[in-house]
């Protein structure tokens, strides 16, 4: 028997039908979906369960790739006098 993976609540709002009722992934209110991208009762829910994500933000640094000036050249924004 295969074992299913269970969803979080947030990946089954996105699922859910509009006028469907739901529950909110961090307060676990529930409510019926009023759009289809609705995955949480409040603007304040959806910020908090952002804001908790920390690796959502995470900057990369291309700089050992590349210098400015070949990256200038590959995307031609700039002249060098070579």
Request: hydrophobic share 25%; aromatic share 14%.
């Amino acid at each position: 028997m295969a074992k299913k993976k269970k969803k979080g609540l947030y990946k089954i709002n996105k699922e859910a039908k509009v006028g469907e009722i739901i529950e909110c992934p961090i307060c676990h209110t529930k409510f019926a979906k009023r759009q289809y991208s609705q995955a949480f009762c409040s603007t304040s829910c959806k910020d908090r369960f952002w804001n908790s994500k920390g690796d959502r933000h995470l900057y990369v640094d291309y700089s050992d790739d590349f210098g400015d000036h070949e990256m200038d050249e590959m995307y031609g924004v700039a002249e060098y006098n070579c």
